[in-house]
């Protein structure tokens, strides 16, 4: 999603302002071969899974707690306790950069974020046993055109700098490990009438985690410049230079903005009426009251847009809720059936795939998340 700026400048002999127009905002993400041919481009500019990266970490503090707590349970408590010296050894990857409890929890943290997620597999000499594992960020693949490879960058943002510049593995393919020591195991959720990538299960909901981000700012901007959003302060004095302005408006600003000085008064000086300040209030059309009343309407759509059965499991309490033991208990068990489980199925599937080619035929499953109720009152 990118917001285009519109902006111009009016400029006459008599007054000079800038209009910002914020209201084209492109939220659809389109998928197409790059101009050379080598891959297909993820959204525009290429920079889709790095949009989705920052809504995540930057935009909305339920969306991130949501995610992060479908992490939680979805890892549960692990890799369920196995018996045979494959399977400890398959899950100890002692050859790899981490333990698969991690790479399992990082994966997954790709499978909410992206709706998919990657892993660098690395064969033996020989290519007849997998030797280690690697967590592949998602958002550092993108598809070849011919979608045999997978092209990995640090920053698609910057291909041209040398040390980003793409470098192409092929997928995941028992039959030529041999030829090909590092392959991509690469996995995606597949939706109806999306080619290429998949978009993120939350993608209908992304217009209310941005307006979370927004009524944040808006309340944060308010406190922030508690003189300057209400009020216009004209100096009916001629135009002065660039320069001028610029220091009269940074003294200004040193003095008289911010929370501390909202609510104060202005004492000034002129010589005669003609030359003294003009403060002109701007109304505020009543935004402030207007998004507290979009609040609660925000915060149902994330929900539904993640598929919370019971906000209280994400620590949102409801009217009606009382949130006791066997209250929560039950709204757990419901989603754990509606959502968990196939969550845990897909990362299961794609792990016991890859233990197949180290040996190991004990299945392995992950454990069901618990809830410590030490600090929870029993209903």
Same mark, same amino acid.
């Given at each position: 999603m990118q917001i285009k700026d519109n902006s111009y400048m009016e400029n006459n002999n008599n007054v000079k302002f800038r209009i910002l127009n914020l209201n084209s905002i492109d939220s659809k993400p389109t998928f197409k071969e790059a101009k050379n041919g080598d891959y297909i481009e993820y959204g525009t500019d290429n920079a889709y899974p790095q949009y989705l990266l920052d809504v995540f970490h930057n935009k909305s503090n339920k969306h991130k707690a949501i995610i992060s707590k479908k992490v939680d349970m979805t890892t549960g408590s692990g890799f369920k306790k196995v018996e045979s010296a494959s399977a400890i050894s398959f899950i100890e990857n002692r050859y790899g950069k981490d333990d698969l409890e991690y790479v399992a929890k990082r994966v997954n943290y790709d499978y909410e974020i992206h709706n998919g997620f990657a892993m660098f597999i690395r064969w033996n000499s020989s290519g007849t046993k997998i030797a280690a594992i690697d967590w592949l960020p998602y958002h550092k693949c993108r598809l070849s055109s011919d979608e045999k490879?997978?092209?990995?960058? !640090?920053?698609?943002?910057?291909?041209?700098?040398?040390? +980003?510049?793409?470098?192409?593995?092929?997928?995941? +393919?028992?039959?030529?490990?041999?030829?090909?020591?590092?392959?991509?195991?690469?996995?995606?959720?597949?939706?109806?009438?999306v080619d290429y990538y998949p978009l993120p299960y939350y993608s209908s909901t992304l217009n209310w985690i941005e307006l979370d981000w927004e009524i944040s700012t808006f309340h944060l901007s308010s406190v922030r410049n508690?003189?300057?959003?209400?009020?216009?302060?004209?100096?009916?004095?001629?135009?002065?230079?660039?320069?001028?302005?610029?220091?009269?408006?940074?003294?200004? +600003?040193? !003095?008289?903005?911010?929370?501390?000085?909202?609510? !104060?008064?202005?004492?000034?000086?002129?010589?005669?009426?003609?030359?003294?300040?003009?403060?002109?209030?701007?109304?505020?059309?009543?935004?402030?009251?207007?998004?507290?009343?979009?609040?609660?309407?925000?915060?149902?759509?994330?929900?539904?847009?993640?598929?919370?059965?019971?906000?209280?499991?994400?620590?949102?309490?409801?009217?009606?809720?009382?949130?006791?033991?066997?209250?929560?208990?039950?709204?757990?068990?419901?989603?754990?059936?509606?959502? $968990?489980?196939?969550?845990?199925?897909?990362?299961?599937?794609?792990?016991?795939?890859?233990?197949?080619?180290?040996?190991?035929?004990?299945?392995?499953?992950?454990?069901?998340?618990? $809830?410590?109720?030490?600090n929870i009152e029993n209903s």
């Open positions: 490879s997978i092209l990995v960058s !640090k920053d698609w943002t910057n291909i041209r700098k040398k040390v +980003n510049k793409p470098v192409s593995y092929p997928r995941f +393919n028992p039959m030529t490990s041999d030829k090909e020591p590092t392959q991509v195991f690469y996995y995606v959720e597949e939706s109806n009438g508690g003189f300057s959003a209400g009020f216009i302060l004209n100096f009916a004095t001629g135009i002065p230079t660039e320069e001028e302005m610029d220091l009269a408006y940074k003294a200004f +600003n040193r !003095k008289y903005t911010g929370s501390n000085n909202a609510g !104060k008064f202005i004492l000034t000086y002129s010589e005669g009426q003609d030359q003294k300040p003009d403060l002109t209030p701007i109304e505020l059309n009543s935004s402030d009251e207007r998004f507290m009343l979009l609040h609660s309407e925000m915060l149902t759509e994330i929900l539904i847009g993640h598929s919370v059965t019971s906000p209280m499991l994400f620590g949102v309490r409801t009217e009606g809720q009382l949130g006791g033991r066997n209250e929560i208990l039950e709204a757990l068990a419901i989603f754990q059936s509606t959502y $968990i489980d196939n969550k845990q199925k897909t990362i299961e599937k794609a792990f016991n795939k890859l233990a197949r080619y180290s040996d190991v035929t004990e299945k392995l499953e992950l454990g069901k998340y618990s $809830i410590d109720f030490s």
